[in-house]
């Protein structure tokens, strides 16, 4: 099983993964756009939350970070007038320090990324989509800023004239990537923001290619119940992309490979007239809220999405 993520979203989903799935059984292809450096130290905002999520690290309230972390040295960087808008907790703070130290040694963000998950006991393989350096970058009439600039320095209250992948255009899929998506068994796309998580890893070169060539299903859990998105910028950045923000608007995004749009059950009525090419909706309860929602959601994306090669 392949599963296409970003960090909050695509976390929450994993931890219904794992336990639906033996951990060896899954592979996660991850959103690297938000990838920054902070503190001189490379930071992969997404590929932690869903390395946290796979060990059981992830804290609980805040749904980034590792549980029970500590912020000392955050404390300490801030006396000594470094800036603190991103919080990096002091177990987070030696992902990035390991994750430093093998880049330095020549090592590649998919081989540093081996190395730590293996260190972690992780069983699932976690792939960043791509080794070379992809920004995205969000345009304000201010200027340009990083993603965590735009959403954890600024909450995302800034108004957005367009995204860009910086670096895009060279990139290639980071190894296991397509050959991953051309021999799956089922791919599926986490309740990640189709602009900012899943939209970088499909603008891959190859990525996009892949998934309508695999002859895997596909399916998506949709970010967005109603006309919003159950937290974040995705209603926004849709918008600006000319999207509809609906449960329809996310499948026409995916609609030249996507299979099956898993929404929710909110929707089921709204969603009877409507037709996306090449999509069928499977309407069930996606917020994940307790460990039980994520469970019972994972197990609805995987059986829905096998059900939709049955009926082809
Ligand atoms: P980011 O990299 O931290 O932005 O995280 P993601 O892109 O993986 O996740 C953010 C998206 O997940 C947002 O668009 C939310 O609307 C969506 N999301 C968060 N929690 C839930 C949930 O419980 N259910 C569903 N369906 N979507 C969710």
Known sequence: IVVLTGGTGG???????????????????????????????????????????????????????????????????????????????????????????????????????????RRWEIEARILPMTDARVETRILTPAGDLSFEEYFVRERYQVPVEGVRLKGIEMAQPAPGVLEAIETADVVLLAPSNPITSIGPILAVPGIRKALAETPAPIGAVSPIVGSRAVSGPAGTLMQLQGLPVSPEGVA?????????????????????????????????????????????????????????????
């Open 11 to 117: 976390a929450k989903f994993a931890q219904g993964l794992m336990r639906v799935l033996p951990a060896r059984e899954l592979t996660f292809v991850v959103n690297t756009g938000d990838d920054f450096r902070w503190w001189g130290l490379p930071v992969s905002p997404d590929l932690d939350s869903i390395t946290y999520a796979l060990a059981d690290l992830l804290s609980r309230d805040r749904g980034w970070g590792v549980e029970g972390d500590t912020f000392h040295c955050l404390e300490a960087m801030g006396r000594l007038g470094a800036p603190t808008w991103f919080r990096v907790g002091d177990r987070d703070l030696a992902t990035h320090l390991m994750r430093g130290q093998l880049l330095a040694a020549g090592k590649t963000l998919s081989a540093a990324t081996v190395e730590i998950t």
């Open 252 to 312: 026409r995004f995916y609609a030249d490979f996507l299979d099956v749009l898993i929404a929710d059950e909110r929707d089921a009525s709204a969603l009877r007239g409507v037709s996306v090419s090449g999509v069928r909706f499977h309407c069930t309860q996606t917020l994940m809220k307790s460990l039980d929602d994520k469970v019972q959601l994972a197990r609805a994306a995987v059986e829905s999405t096998q059900q939709a090669q049955v009926v082809g």
